[in-house]
Nanobody, 115 residues
Framework: QVQLVESGGGLVQPGGSLRLSCAAS????????IGWYRQAPGKARELVTF???????NYADSVKGRFTISRDNAKNTVYLQMNSLKPEDTAVYYC?????????WGQGTQVTVSS
């Protein structure tokens, strides 16, 4: 079982920045594919980005050039740097850890982009 704890969410004005963190338990962190999903009110959950064990990354078109995912295996932590935030980025952001067919979810952190 992997425990994931997200932090760093909050209220930010359009054009602002936030950095989300996802801290994971366990000793196998370095082999996990770590992802960030988000779910806005009334919308389906969507994959925002993920990072593989070798550091390869992938981004949804809606966040390319604005969001950056990174990982620090020594700290069992993944970061999501979000810049140039837009109101449509408002959502609950969830961290996931995948190992094979197993997918673990965090509890989520709220990000609200509003003036």
């Amino acid at each position: 079982q992997v425990q994931l704890v997200e932090s760093g969410g909050g209220l930010v004005q359009p054009g602002g920045s936030l950095r989300l963190s996802c801290a994971a338990s366990g000793s196998r962190f370095s082999i996990y594919v770590i992802g960030w999903y988000r779910q806005a009110p009334g919308k389906a959950r969507e994959l925002v980005t993920f990072i593989t064990s070798d550091g390869s990354t992938n981004y949804a078109d809606s966040v390319k050039g604005r969001f950056t995912i990174s990982r620090d295996n020594a700290k069992n932590t993944v970061y999501l740097q979000m810049n140039s935030l837009k109101p449509e980025d408002t959502a609950v952001y969830y961290c996931t850890a995948q190992e094979g067919r197993l997918l673990y979810w965090g509890q989520g952190t709220q990000v609200t982009v509003s003036s």
